[in-house]
Each structure stands twice: as C-alpha cells, then as structure tokens.
C-alpha cells in the first residue's frame, strides 16, 4: 500500500489510513509514532506537531504535502535528530532517535553551505561527520565534484 500523507492545517495533521503505529516496523524507512512537538516561548507554548503518526515504507515515495508554516520540515528535522519531540517516537530503520541521525539527509530550499569552508570542505562535511577516513572523503568529494560540473572551484568559496 503506497502511503500519501496530506497535511490538512496548523497545527494538526490527517492521520493517513492505516498509519497508526503500534512497534517499530522493519518495512519502514522512517515512521514517526504518535509525535508532539511543542515550541515554548514568553508568549505561550506553539504546538508544532500534534499527535502524527506516519511510516514512510522502504522502497516506496512518501510524499509530505501542505501549505506553508503546516510541519513539513519539522517532520524531516526530527527526522534527522536536530529537534527531539515532546512527547511520541520517531523511529529510523526501525531505531528510535535519539540524537542527530547520520543515516539520513534533507536538503532544504535554502543554502545550507558554511559561508567560511570551500567546496572541498562544505562536499567533505557530511563524510567527516560520518567518520569515513580523510583520504576516502576526499576521493568521494572530487568524485562528486567532478559528477556535478564544479571540477576547478574546489577551493572557492560559496561567495565566489
């Protein structure tokens, strides 16, 4: 069953059929199982995300639909491991996560380079932080590089 998640509004999303998670899944790549996540601030608490259940099965495209300010990317940054939900699991290959998630990657709409690091540098990050052994980054890097016509910029900086 090919699973479709629409977000209807703020805060609250539509529970797609048959999403409602019990345990973790094997079949899924990522599932959340009944999420909060509350912002605090002076003014009050901002519920973010209210009582989202959804698997996103491997294998299969889940698409994440709404408009604006709904939660699509606070699902992919729990996702990740940069936000921690209030109350509820996010799980990842079956795991429950519990800190930054170094098994998935999103790219947002907006540049996420580091203004101060070279091509070289923002391409080898994510290996760093992987641990994969300088030499091996680099190679993968170049490789990467050259894949997406930057070869000769890999010491400029996203500026130039």
Same mark, same amino acid.
């Given at each position: 069953m090919?699973?479709? $998640?629409? $977000?209807?509004g703020?805060p609250?999303?539509?529970?797609? &059929?048959g999403?409602?998670?019990v *345990?973790?899944?094997p079949?899924?790549?990522? %599932?959340?199982?009944?999420v +909060?996540?509350?912002? *605090?601030? %002076?003014?009050?608490?901002?519920?973010?995300l209210?009582?989202?259940?959804l698997?996103?099965p491997?294998?299969?495209?889940?698409?994440?639909?709404?408009?604006?300010g709904?939660? /699509?990317?606070?699902l992919l940054?729990?996702?990740?491991g940069l936000l921690k939900?209030s109350?509820g699991?996010?799980?990842?290959?079956?795991? &429950?996560? /519990?800190?930054? +998630?170094?098994?998935?990657g999103?790219?947002?709409?907006?540049? +996420?380079?580091?203004?101060?690091?070279?091509?070289?540098? +923002?391409?080898?990050?994510?290996?760093? @932080?992987?641990d @994969?052994?300088r030499?091996?980054r680099? %190679?993968?890097? $170049? %490789?990467?590089?050259n894949?997406?016509?930057?070869a000769g910029?890999?010491n400029?900086?996203?500026?130039?």
């Open positions: 090919q699973t479709t $998640m629409l $977000m209807q703020v609250s999303l539509a529970r797609a &059929e999403s409602s998670l *345990g973790a899944d079949s899924s790549a990522i %599932e959340f199982d009944d +909060n996540l509350a912002f *605090g601030s %002076e003014d009050g608490t901002l519920l973010a209210d009582h989202v259940s698997s996103a491997r294998g299969q495209l889940t698409s994440v639909v709404g408009p604006s709904c939660g /699509k990317t606070t940054r729990l996702a990740a939900p109350s699991r996010v799980l990842c290959d079956g795991r &429950e996560v /519990k800190g930054l +998630n170094t098994g998935v999103f790219v947002t709409q907006d540049s +996420n380079l580091f203004p101060w690091a070279t091509t070289l540098a +923002n391409v080898e990050f994510p290996l760093a @932080v992987r @994969v052994p030499r091996q680099r %190679e993968c890097a $170049m %490789e990467w590089i894949t997406v016509g930057l910029f890999e400029s900086y996203p500026s130039q």
